[in-house]
């Protein structure tokens, strides 16, 4: 693997567009992102660097569909773009949300997830508990997703001996709000006692 200080400009750049995307691209699709970062260059130039990735196992071609970066591509990226993360992901949650357009009126449409990682072994009993909390009233939703082992969520491939459980996530209530031109602002976060299935107070 390379050392973090031999990549070009134009291959970070390259990387920051295939980690931030998490999804295929075309030497077209990068030529159009990296314009859109001012970087103008050749789509047979964008071609070379994805070449040179490939051999040093960054990135992985799917034909005609794209490239997408390695499990070791992700974890390049992970400490090329350290900085970029620690914004990237809050300005990625702000993408997400913008890209929501599931209303309580219509049945059908996109919204956001949560995911956790549990042992395959213990995913049964993970699911009942979970069961059990739905029940309750206090979780925001009772529906959940499974990945199973070898299936890709965004850049990240579920490892062998886990799945990954997807839950809804609390951020909904504010796309909804805003659907409907209400602003909403995150003002605090805090523990709330429920006994008997019933709020009785700030913790």
Not at 58 to 82: P, S
Request: net charge negative; aromatic share 6%; hydrophobic share 40%.
């Amino acid at each position: 693997m390379f050392e973090l200080a031999e990549y070009p400009e134009t291959v970070i750049e390259i990387m920051r567009i295939l980690y931030f995307s998490g999804k295929l691209q075309t030497s077209g699709d990068l030529q159009f992102a990296l314009a859109k970062r001012g970087v103008d260059i050749e789509t047979r130039t964008i071609r070379y660097h994805l070449t040179n990735l490939e051999n040093a196992m960054i990135v992985k071609r799917f034909g005609n569909r794209g490239v997408m970066l390695t499990d070791n591509g992700v974890e390049e990226a992970k400490a090329l773009l350290v900085f970029d993360r620690v914004g990237g992901l809050a300005m990625e949650t702000e993408r997400l949300s913008l890209e929501c357009e599931y209303t309580p009126s219509s049945p059908t449409g996109s919204i956001m997830v949560n995911t956790l990682l549990v042992d395959e072994e213990r995913t049964e009993e993970a699911l009942e508990t979970l069961l059990i909390a739905a029940g309750s009233g206090v979780i925001v939703s009772s529906r959940l997703g499974v990945l199973r082992p070898g299936q890709r969520m965004w850049n990240y491939e579920i490892p062998r001996g886990k799945n990954a459980l997807i839950g809804v996530s609390s951020r909904n209530y504010d796309v909804l709000l805003h659907q409907l031109r209400i602003p909403t602002e995150t003002s605090a976060t805090f523990l709330l006692r429920i006994e008997g299935g019933k709020p009785q107070g700030i913790v």
